[in-house]
Every structure is written in structure tokens, then in C-alpha cells.
């Protein structure tokens, strides 16, 4: 039966080489795949899903006013699709994982959607939060924090200080974010170093 999974961490957890893993994994298989990753995750080129360690792939860009539903249906209707997978689904909006949940229930397909779940300032992002609201599985990847606990926050980082406050979309890598324990996360400590 198919489902529409979420499978969520902070930054640094694999989640993107995990989407290209499973990806693969299918298409090895002779099976079809329809991955999408959101226009305004530009950092290695728009339409690209990047691990990274290096190893990418291309997908389909989804911008706000995408309507995923009609999408998969003008590609089903090409050539049988066995999975839907989306990188980088916290930046979907509110019609956009309505629509996932579309394919599944209508049309059987699986959806495995991989994201960040809370932004730098601990507040969800609009597609994380209907994630949790319609996803049928809900799963965490999980990585470290510097000191070796858990990461479950995600920091900004401007010109070396730890912030709390800007806007919520802002595209970046390691240079701008970092994966903390909620502990370091509170103390605004970015390293062993850093008070």
C-alpha cells in the first residue's frame, strides 16, 4: 500500500544523497521515478538535487504555484510512474503535499519526501508543518551535533556569529548553517572554542 513518507533532520544528515540513493535503487530496477526539488534551492544549480559528497542528479523544479498533482499525472500518463521522491520539502507549500497526498490516495504511487523540519530561528517551515500534519510515516534521519549528542536544531551563522533572527528562506550550505544539540542550540555555541 502505498504511503506518503517524511523523512526530516537537520543539515549534514544525508538526507539528499539519500533521495539519489533511493532514486537509483528503483531505477535499477526498471521502475520510473519523478523527482522534483523546489526553484528556490539554487546552491548547486536550479533543477539539481546535490549531495554534499558530490554525487547529484537532475529533477524536476517545482515552484510555488506548481500543481504536483496535474505534473504527475502529465508524466504518468507518458510512462508509468513507481515513485515520486521530492528533496528539500520544507520549502513546499500547503497545496503541494494536499497534492501528495493526492498521488498516493488516488493513484497508489509512493512519496517520499526528505527536508529539514524546523529553520535556524526553531520555527517550522510551512512544508515541514503540513508534513506532519498528512505524512503516513514519519521518520527521522539523525546526525550529530559537535559535542557527539543528537542534532535536532539548525543555526545560522552570519559573519561567524551565531543569529536568531532574519528572514526564513535563506539558501546556504556550511558556510551559513551548522547542526546543533538543543543544548548548543540554547547556549549559542557553535564549537568547542565558541562561548
Given at each position: 500500500m502505498a504511503q506518503l513518507y517524511y523523512r526530516y533532520s537537520t543539515m549534514n544528515a544525508g538526507k539528499s544523497i539519500e533521495v539519489i540513493k533511493v532514486a537509483y535503487n528503483y531505477e535499477e530496477r526498471n521502475k520510473r521515478v519523478l523527482a522534483l526539488v523546489p526553484a528556490v534551492d539554487d546552491r548547486y544549480?536550479?533543477?539539481?538535487?546535490?549531495?554534499?559528497?558530490?554525487?547529484?542528479?537532475?529533477?524536476?523544479?517545482?515552484?510555488?504555484d506548481t500543481n504536483i498533482l496535474e505534473l504527475f499525472m502529465r508524466e504518468d500518463a507518458k510512462k508509468k510512474i513507481d515513485c515520486v521522491l521530492i528533496d528539500e520539502c520544507q520549502f513546499l507549500k500547503k497545496h503541494h503535499v494536499q497534492e501528495l497526498v493526492e498521488i498516493v490516495d488516488s493513484f497508489g504511487v509512493p512519496v517520499l519526501a526528505y527536508g529539514l523540519k524546523n529553520d535556524f530561528r526553531n520555527e517550522l517551515f510551512e512544508g515541514s508543518y503540513y508534513m506532519?500534519?498528512?505524512?503516513?510515516?514519519?521518520?527521522e534521519i539523525k546526525t550529530i551535533c559537535w559535542c557527539g549528542r543528537k542534532a535536532t536544531m539548525v543555526a545560522r551563522v552570519v559573519d561567524g556569529k551565531f543569529v536568531k533572527q532574519g528572514e526564513q528562506i535563506v539558501v546556504g550550505g556550511n558556510d551559513m548553517y551548522v547542526s546543533?544539540?538543543?543544548?548548543?542550540?540554547?547556549?549559542?555555541r557553535l564549537g568547542p572554542d565558541t562561548e
Open positions: 544549480g536550479v533543477g539539481v538535487i546535490t549531495s554534499r559528497v558530490g554525487i547529484q542528479r537532475e529533477a524536476t523544479i517545482i515552484n510555488d506532519l500534519v498528512y505524512a503516513d510515516k514519519i521518520e546543533l544539540c538543543r543544548k548548543h542550540y540554547n547556549d549559542g
